[in-house]
């Protein structure tokens, strides 16, 4: 088996991905990544028309994906660099490609309910694993955001693998390889 480095495994999977993207999805990617600007290094990597329509306009309704194509890239890329090697191998593999992924992994923050390493920042970040709110440990602020205590919305993900009910239709099994399961 050959060896693949993570940024080159990311640039892959983010063009497969770009490739079967419908336009709701794009839609999507846009609208989460509209607020990116010169702090941002992809932003020297955008066309003209881009970075101004960036600083002028809403996200666009209906895009047409090949004209945004470098900021979708950009939002995908960002998402898969969250990912572990061992998940970014078990994407490229239903992809048809079989290589060993080599570098470092991202370092990212425990989710103070279920304990898998899915944030970058913990403070005010919804966990992709278990759907809690993070609120860097402010008990009060994340009772009354998440509408559950803490307590309640780790008994929920020891039963159903989430911090409500009300996940459960929204949650893919592939969370569980994307992220690494740290301390509580
Ligand atoms: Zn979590």
Redesign the pocket.
Known sequence: MNIMFRENAIKILANNEFDSLNTSMAQSIIEDFWNVDESDNVWYKLPDFLKNELKENDPPIKPDKNKYKELLLYGLSNKLEDGCNSFLELELTRIGIHEKIFGVEPNLIS??????R?LRHAEFEI?E????Q?CGGNVVLAMSLNKKSLHSARLS?SQIDV?SEQYMSVVSNERFIKYVRGNL
């Open positions: 989710c103070e309910c279920c304990g898998y899915s966990c694993v278990c759907y809690w993070n993900f911090s």
